[in-house]
């Protein structure tokens, strides 16, 4: 059963912007949820990219910082992520997660829920 559902991936050239949606889906309670966006490239290890808490706190991983920007719309339980000035090593598939945990950071094992992903492809 999945609990929060992504979308938006696509393909892109360099420079370009996407943004990605994850929703909540029915049975998960979206309020007082913090929520990210993890990535994965292919034979690389799952990276945290971005997070944000039921507050409105945020935090990024430096190899998105000021390109990349995390938000979210409680009235559509929808969590966001504008991707700008997007490069080759952006590509991978980006998974939404979500946890209860109040100040969870980029650890993967700090959140319960996940996506199945969304693939996002940058070309030079």
């Known amino acids: 059963q999945l609990h929060v559902v992504e979308s938006g991936g696509g393909s892109v050239q360099a420079g370009g912007s996407l943004r990605l949606s994850c929703t909540a889906a029915?049975?998960?309670?979206?309020?007082?949820?913090?929520m990210a966006w993890f990535r994965q490239a292919r034979g690389k290890e799952r990276e945290g990219i971005a997070w944000?808490?039921?507050?409105?706190?945020?935090g990024y991983a430096d190899s998105v910082k000021g390109r990349f920007t995390i938000s979210k719309d409680n009235a559509k339980k929808t969590l966001y992520l504008q991707m700008n000035s997007l490069k080759p090593e952006d590509t991978a598939m980006y998974y939404c997660?979500?946890?209860?945990?109040?100040?969870?950071?980029?650890?993967?094992?700090?959140?319960?829920?996940w996506g199945q992903g969304t693939q996002v492809t940058v070309s030079s």
């Open positions: 944000i808490n039921s507050d409105g706190d945020t």
């Open positions: 997660a979500a946890t209860y945990t109040w100040w969870p950071g980029l650890i993967p094992a700090e959140y319960n829920y």
């Open positions: 029915s049975g998960f309670t979206y309020s007082g949820s913090s």
